[in-house]
């Protein structure tokens, strides 16, 4: 079994910490509290152990012994899983896993270099094994990594050019926005291009961003220059047979963001949650002349892609090779393909 800690019980850590515990081969050691809300209400119920960051005071004044500090969580774990708000995992790597030479995973909000390396399972498992850092990339990185490796295996790429259009804050979340506006990003290329770069380190892409009034995924528009000729058919094809994307059709009514959150909430799973890329069917297109491109548009589910990518890397840092079977291993608790 591999004992795994998670610090940073929150949008990320809570599914992360779920996931963890439905896995045959891992362990779930405990969550941390870094301050006390409903989130440390349901780790209790669940059965989690719970250990304190800066003293427990606020924990004990709402009712919650803590199981010891994180330095306990420390000494009892063979990984730690991070998902502390962005900037926060650096300062956690300097001031306890790299002095108790404890491995972690960090998320897509901190720097590539704070880890060293990028991962997204289908795409480089193997760069993550036996590593002691790893980031787990953002989930707008995820999304255009899972479907251009897909797209870059079967056709090739020259180029890429993505067009994120970004959810303005979480459903949970009351500080964030916009309410009422389309806020473009003022830089050129946003941040993802570079960022995909750091696990498909041959593909050219080149990306803008802008978020909008919403709390439902992102979706992405993406072109790519591709090096064979391509027909729409054999691309949905291809992406059908992609581990971890679903393709969506008009036909199921799913056109929108808001239509696949009410789907995967009535098929039942939990929170509700989406980790597939979802790419709509009548959204792929080609243009085939003397160039070859290759269109199409795809939602993501932020809270959630980035999920089944934390168990694997779990797996890839503590030895486990075979990264086709811990992408199994994981699909079947996650109920996905
Ligand atoms: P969040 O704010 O929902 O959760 C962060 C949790 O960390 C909270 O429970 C908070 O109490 C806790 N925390 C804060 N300071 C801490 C500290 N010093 N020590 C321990 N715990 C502390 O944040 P999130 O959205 O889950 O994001 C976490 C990471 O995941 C970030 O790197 C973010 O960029 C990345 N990420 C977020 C999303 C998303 O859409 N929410 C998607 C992919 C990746």
Redesign the pocket.
């Known amino acids: 079994m591999i004992k795994v800690g998670l ?7 809570k599914r992360v910490a779920d996931a963890v515990a439905a896995q045959k081969d891992m362990k779930l050691a405990g969550v ?1 509290a ?2 006390y809300s409903f ?1 440390t209400e349901v780790a209790k119920q669940k059965g989690y152990r719970i250990f304190s ?1 800066d003293g427990d005071s606020e924990l004990k004044e709402n009712g919650i012994k803590p199981d010891g500090t994180i330095k306990n969580l420390l000494e009892e774990v063979d990984i730690i899983v991070d ?4 900037k ?2 650096k300062e ?1 790597l300097d001031n306890y896993y790299k002095p108790k030479k404890v491995k972690a995973i960090f ?4 720097k590539h270099e704070t880890a060293g390396t990028s991962f997204v399972a289908q795409c480089n498992y193997n760069e993550a094994l036996n590593r002691d850092y790893v980031r787990i990339v ?2 707008n990185t995820t999304g255009l990594c899972r479907t251009l490796d897909a797209v870059n295996k079967k056709y090739g790429i020259d180029s890429v050019h993505a067009t994120m259009i970004r959810r303005g804050a ?1 459903p949970w979340d009351i500080y964030h926005g916009p309410i009422n506006a389309i806020v473009p990003v003022l830089e050129m290329p946003s941040h993802h291009g570079p960022d995909v770069r750091t696990v498909l380190h041959n593909v050219e892409i080149f990306t803008t961003a802008l978020s909008v009034p919403s709390t439902l995924m992102h979706i992405h528009a993406v072109t790519v220059d591709i090096k064979k000729k391509a027909k729409v058919d054999d691309v949905i094809e291809m992406f059908k047979n992609s581990t971890r994307i679903r393709v969506v059709r008009n036909a199921e009514h799913l056109r929108s963001t808001a239509e696949i959150m009410e789907f995967a909430r009535d098929m039942g799973r939990l929170r509700g949650d989406m980790p597939e890329i979802c790419i709509w069917k009548e959204a792929v297109g080609v243009i085939s002349n003397s160039y070859n491109k290759l269109l199409y548009m795809q939602a993501v589910h ?2 959630s892609d ?1 999920v089944p990518e934390n168990v694997d890397c779990i797996r890839a840092m503590t030895g486990f090779k075979d990264g086709a079977k811990s992408i199994e291993m994981t699909n079947k608790t996650f109920g996905i393909k």
């Not at 940073?8 to 850590?13: E, L, N, V, W």
């Not at 998902?83 to 962005?86: E, I, M, Q, S, V």
């Not at 998320?107 to 901190?110: A, F, K, M, P, V």
Request: net charge negative; glycine share 20%.
């Open positions: 610090v940073g019980y929150g949008t990320i850590g941390t870094h301050t989130n960051i998902a502390t708000p962005k926060v995992g956690n998320q897509g909000g901190e953002s989930c979480d932020q809270e980035v």
